[in-house]
C-alpha cells in the first residue's frame, strides 16, 4: 500500500487477528526530499512507531501482535520540509483466523 506522508488508514478486523507484519519505508517512484515516521495502532493503543526514514534508508521490518484487538490504525506523519514524498507499507499482511 503507498500512501502520501500525511495519511492514516483504519482497518476493522472483524474477526480474532494474530499479528500485523510489512516493511516500511518512503517509495523511491517520486523522488522528492521527504522524512517520515509510521506508526502502528491497535485500538487506539500504540503498537509500534518507527524512526524517522528519510529518502534512501532501508526499509524497516515491522510485527505486532493484534490478539484481542478489533481495529488496526496505521498512519505516517511527515517529517522535514516535503509532505508530497510518498510511504510505502510493502508486504502488508494480517495474519487472521
Do not use: H, K, Q
Amino acid at each position: 500500500m503507498t500512501v502520501r506522508t500525511r495519511s492514516s488508514v483504519t482497518v476493522d478486523l472483524n474477526r480474532a487477528c494474530r499479528a500485523f507484519e510489512a516493511r516500511v519505508g518512503l517509495d523511491g517512484l517520486r523522488p522528492v526530499p521527504g522524512a517520515a515516521r509510521f506508526s502502528v495502532l491497535g485500538d487506539s493503543a500504540l503498537l509500534w512507531r518507527s524512526p524517522v526514514l528519510r529518502d534512501g534508508d532501508a526499509a524497516v521490518r515491522v510485527r505486532v501482535p493484534l490478539v484481542e484487538r478489533a481495529t488496526l490504525r496505521l498512519v505516517v506523519e511527515p517529517r522535514g520540509l516535503s509532505p508530497e514524498a510518498l510511504a510505502d507499507w510493502a508486504e502488508a499482511r494480517i495474519d487472521c483466523r
